[in-house]
């Protein structure tokens, strides 16, 4: 059963750092590629960033420079640091397995400006 757990959100001050995680199971993150979505009120859902099996990363434009997604193999868990927040960041945070119908039930991120 593939299960995916996203933690760390809460709210922040502007310009403050949270660092979010997705620990998963019933999937290996060193033969997938995972991402980040988040979803705003009354906006789509958007892939913030992803990394592949070999480790290369991809992010929007909106959080380049910001945000670092990052892999642990051997904890089998996926973490986005996002540093310099927004108000505009302000989304329920989804971990996803690319390519895939797996997703994380989401975390809140609040930025308050």
């Known amino acids: 059963q593939v299960q995916l757990v996203e933690s760390g959100g809460g709210l922040v001050q502007a310009g403050g750092s949270l660092r979010l995680s997705c620990a998963a199971s019933?999937?290996?993150?060193?033969?997938?590629?995972m991402g980040w979505y988040r979803q705003a009120p009354g906006k789509q859902r958007e892939l913030v960033a992803s990394?592949?099996?070999?480790?290369?990363?991809n992010y929007a434009d909106s959080v380049k420079g910001r945000f670092t997604i990052s892999a642990d193999n051997a904890k089998n868990t996926v973490y986005l640091q996002m540093n310099g927040l927004k108000p505009e960041d302000t989304a329920v945070y989804y971990c996803?397995?690319?390519?895939?119908?797996?997703w994380g039930q989401g975390t809140q991120v609040t930025v308050a400006s």
């Open positions: 990394i592949t099996s070999g480790s290369i990363t």
């Open positions: 019933g999937i290996i993150f060193s033969i997938n590629t």
């Open positions: 996803r397995v690319m390519f895939r119908n797996y």
